[in-house]
């Protein structure tokens, strides 16, 4: 059983940067792949990033790539999302996921998840 906790989230404007960071309880955390998803009203929870159990292999959606990145830090149960170059359009509620799948791009890949965190960009 893994819980996972998301902070981090609030209001930042365009251009802005922001770190979100998912605290994962159990410990197993290292034998997962963690990925980060959104939801924004009124739409599907989409994929955003993706990293491997070990932090070496990384996947992105191509609405994000090159503006955020995926990390984790296995002696914190901890996985983070640091985010550049933000747009009105990255608004949404950022959720975290594990799995034991590898480094999956739909939801049905990840058996845990976060409450979420909202980040909400204004232009």
């Known amino acids: 059983q893994v819980q996972l906790v998301e902070s981090g989230g609030g209001l930042v404007q365009a251009g802005g940067s922001l770190r979100l960071s998912c605290a994962a309880s159990?410990?197993?955390?290292?034998?997962?792949?963690m990925a980060w998803f959104r939801q924004a009203p009124g739409k599907e929870r989409e994929f955003v990033a993706a990293?491997?159990?070990?932090?070496?292999?990384?996947y992105y959606a191509d609405s994000v790539k090159g503006r955020f990145t995926i990390s984790r830090d296995n002696a914190k149960n901890t996985v983070y999302l640091e985010m550049n170059s933000l747009k009105p359009e990255d608004t949404a509620v950022y959720y975290c996921?594990?799995?034991?799948?590898?480094?999956?791009?739909?939801?049905?890949?990840?058996?845990?998840w976060g409450q979420g965190t909202q980040l909400t960009v204004c232009s």
């Open positions: 990293v491997s159990w070990s932090g070496a292999n990384t």
């Open positions: 159990g410990r197993t955390f290292s034998a997962y792949a």
């Open positions: 996921a594990a799995g034991r799948s590898g480094l999956q791009v739909g939801v049905w890949g990840y058996i845990y």
